[in-house]
C-alpha cells in the first residue's frame, strides 16, 4: 500500500464480492474546535433563516474530511488497508458561557483482499459519475483569481485568503508563501509579531495539504533554499507537523553541500506518527553513515608551550584559524572542528539521539 489515503473507507459492512482476511481493532479519531471556527454562521439573519450559511458548510465538510484523514493515519499505522463501519458524531461541548464543537469518526480497521478486478470496476465507475457541481467551479474561479494576483504580485493574504487557499488546499501558492515569509524574517528581530502569525497560518496550511504534497514541498525547500534562516524555518514545520521523511533526509545527508547536509541531520532527528521495521533498519544505515562521513573538517596539531618542552595539541579551522581549545569553537568563524556553529546541535548530540530512537524503536518492535 502506498499510504494512508490509499485506504478504502466503507460506512457499512464490505460488499460480497471484498473478502475481509483479518479483522484488526476499532479505530477513533477525534476533533475538537471553537465555535469561532463558524464565525459566519449568525453573520446575519437572512444567513441563518435562509436555509444554510455556504462558510458554515465548507467549514463543516473540511472538519469530517480531516476526521477520516486521520482515521486513515490510524488504520495504516496498525497495517490495515480498509475502514469498515465508519460512523461520524458531531456534538457541541458548553460550559462557563463558551463552547466547542467535538467530531469524532469511529470505525474497524481490516485487512482486505483487492482484487485488480474490483479496483478498476471502481475506477470506471468513479469515470462514469463524475459530475462538477457549481461550488467547484467557483471554487476554482476563485482560485485562479488568487494565482493571478499572486503572479502580479499583489495577493493581500488577509484571514479571508488564508482560509480559502487553506481549506481548499491551494499548494500552487506555497512559492510565493515563502517569499513573504523571507520578508517578514528580514525583520523578525524589530517586528516579531507579524513574523510569528505568519508562520502558524503557514504551519496551518502545510497540515491542510495531500499527504503526499507536504513532504515533497518542504524537503524540496529544504534541499533547493539558499537563504539559511528560512531553510532552518522550513525545517522546524517538518518537525511541528512530524512529517519526518527518512528517505529524503537521507538524501540530504548525501548531498555535497555541507550546509544541506547539515540540514539533513537536523531532519533525521525529528519524529514522524509511527514507526515500522524498514524504518528502524533505515535508521541504523543512516547512523552508520553519519558516524563515517561527519569527520573532523578542522586539522589538528600541536605547537609547543611557552616556558616548557611539552607540545600541545591545538587545530586549525577551515577558515585559517588556529585554535588551542579542541573542544571549543573557533575564535575567527564560531564553528567547532566538525563545521558546527554555537548555535547549531552538536554532532555528537544529535549521534546519541538517533542511537536512542533506535533503542527505542527496537524495544517495541521486538
Known amino acids: ?133 457549481v461550488d467547484r467551479i467557483d471554487t476554482l474561479r476563485s482560485k485562479k483569481a488568487i494565482l493571478k494576483k499572486v503572479e502580479a504580485g499583489n495577493l493581500n493574504l488577509d484571514d479571508e485568503t488564508w482560509e480559502f487557499i487553506t481549506t481548499n488546499q491551494v499548494d500552487e501558492i506555497f512559492p510565493y508563501l515563502l517569499i513573504k515569509f523571507n520578508e517578514l524574517l528580514d525583520h523578525e528581530q524589530t517586528t516579531p509579531t507579524p513574523c510569528n502569525t505568519f508562520y502558524k497560518q503557514l504551519v496551518n496550511y502545510i497540515d491542510n495539504l495531500p499527504e503526499s504534497k507536504k513532504s515533497d514541498l518542504l524537503y524540496n525547500q ?53 514507526y515500522n521495521k524498514e524504518d528502524l533498519d533505515n535508521l541504523r544505515i543512516i547512523r552508520e553513515y553519519i558516524l563515517t562521513n561527519f569527520v573532523e573538517r578542522g586539522t589538528r596539531t600541536t605547537k609547543k608551550q611557552l616556558l616548557s618542552s611539552k607540545e600541545k595539541e591545538v587545530w586549525t579551522c577551515e577558515c585559517g584559524k588556529t585554535n588551542n581549545d579542541i573542544g571549543a569553537n573557533c575564535s575567527s568563524c564560531n564553528k567547532d572542528i566538525y563545521g558546527f556553529k554555537s548555535t547549531e546541535t552538536k554532532l555528537s548530540t544529535i549521534e546519541d539521539y538517533i542511537g536512542q530512537k533506535i533503542e527505542l524503536i527496537s524495544e517495541f518492535l521486538s
Not at 485506504?7 to 476499532?26: E, F, G, N, Q, W
Not at 453573520?43 to 458554515?56: C, N, T
Not at 457541541?92 to 480497521?109: R, V, W
Open 222 to 274: 529544504v534541499k533547493n533554499e539558499k537563504k539559511e534562516k528560512l531553510a532552518l524555518k522550513i525545517c522546524s514545520i517538518i518537525k511541528d507537523l512530524d512529517l519526518l521523511d527518512i528517505i529524503k533526509s537521507f538524501e540530504l545527508l548525501k548531498n555535497s553541500d555541507f550546509e544541506i547536509k547539515k540540514r539533513g541531520l537536523w531532519c533525521i532527528t525529528y519524529d514522524k506518527p509511527f
Open 1 to 133: 500500500m502506498a499510504g494512508p489515503r490509499d485506504i478504502l473507507v466503507i460506512t457499512t459492512s464490505p460488499p460480497a464480492d471484498i473478502k475481509i482476511k483479518h479483522y484488526l481493532r476499532p479505530v477513533s479519531a477525534h476533533l475538537v474546535a471553537g465555535t469561532n471556527l463558524f464565525s459566519d454562521f449568525f453573520a446575519s439573519f437572512s444567513d441563518v433563516f435562509g436555509g444554510r450559511s455556504e462558510s458554515y458548510q465548507k467549514q463543516l465538510t473540511a472538519l469530517y474530511s480531516e476526521a477520516i484523514e486521520k482515521l486513515k493515519s490510524s488504520a495504516y499505522e496498525i497495517g490495515a488497508n480498509c475502514i469498515i463501519g465508519l460512523h461520524i458524531d458531531l456534538d457541541e461541548i458548553s460550559g462557563k458561557g463558551k463552547s466547542m464543537f467535538m467530531l469524532t469518526a469511529m470505525g474497524t480497521a481490516v485487512i482486505i483482499e483487492k482484487e485488480q478486478s474490483i479496483k478498476n470496476s471502481l475506477e470506471k465507475l468513479n469515470e462514469r459519475f463524475e459530475n462538477i457541481g
